[in-house]
């Protein structure tokens, strides 16, 4: 499905991004594994990548929130991978707390990480996309973005700050046959989330959590051929948990 494509995702070295790079290596893609800290576990990822699914994968530390270092990104993996076709920009962070309590160092960093790292990551890949006339951009958002969520004012903000980019984006790039995409996860079973499992489930319709390979398969189609014709679109994963948000 994906043979021949370059997958550059942010934030890959676990959770849900892990996932995304396994799925798209499935697929038939390299991938370009990005993470901030943590190189052990995206090495890891990366050699259980090319042992099991037999394509490239390489693995960059990277701090997205900084445009010198994602442009610098951008240029290793198109030596080492011949370029990219599909972004996507996982990378995220949280520090919660209510609004009157909330630091604004605390409130910068998230928007800066999650909304900010999304922009940075879009400009360095955008003038090979427009080169080639083609890029697949898939920007993970929040339901958080959509409904709100009390103590998470700084991510809700950011979250929805990429939507309103994925549309923008979607806009300007279309013509060149570039197409941006959010998707919206809900509650995602991972270890970061374990503790509040129980906490959440009675508010999802379909009572239960979802697993990270749920994002990661849809993260495979809109990277794939069959979404052409779908761009500026945000796309709720989260059991009917935001339905009407």
């Known amino acids: 499905m994906l043979n021949g494509k370059t997958a550059l995702i942010t934030g890959a070295s676990r959770g849900i991004g892990v996932a995304i790079a396994k799925a798209m290596a499935e697929a038939g893609a390299d991938v370009a594994v990005v993470f901030n800290s943590g190189s052990e576990k995206a090495e890891a990822v990366c050699s259980e990548i090319k042992e ?55 409130f910068d960093a998230v928007i800066n990480t999650n909304l900010k790292g999304s922009f940075n990551m879009i400009k360095a890949c955008g003038r090979n ?30 979250k929805a700050g990429v939507i309103a980019l994925t549309k923008a984006t979607a806009r300007e790039l279309a013509a060149r046959n570039i197409n941006c995409n959010a998707i919206a996860p809900g509650f995602i079973s991972t270890d970061m989330t374990a503790e509040l499992e129980d906490k959440y489930i009675s508010s999802i319709p379909l009572k239960r959590a979802g ?15 069959a979404s052409d014709y779908i761009t ?5 994963i989260d059991g009917g948990l935001a339905i009407g948000g």
């Open 129 to 158: 996309f427009i080169r080639k006339k083609y890029g697949k951009i898939i920007n993970i958002s929040s339901v958080s973005a959509l409904l709100g969520t009390a103590g998470q004012c700084n991510y809700a903000a950011s």
């Open 52 to 106: 099991k699914y037999g394509v490239k994968a390489f693995y960059y530390q990277c701090n997205v929130a900084d445009s010198a270092q994602c442009a610098e990104l951008v240029k290793k993996v198109t030596t080492d991978l011949g370029g990219v076709d599909i972004l996507v920009n996982n990378a995220g962070i949280t520090k919660d707390n209510l609004l009157l309590s909330m630091s604004e160092e605390d």
């Open 211 to 225: 697993a990270p390979e749920d994002v990661a398969a849809l993260a495979v189609f809109l990277a794939s051929k």
């Open 232 to 236: 500026g679109e945000v796309i709720r």
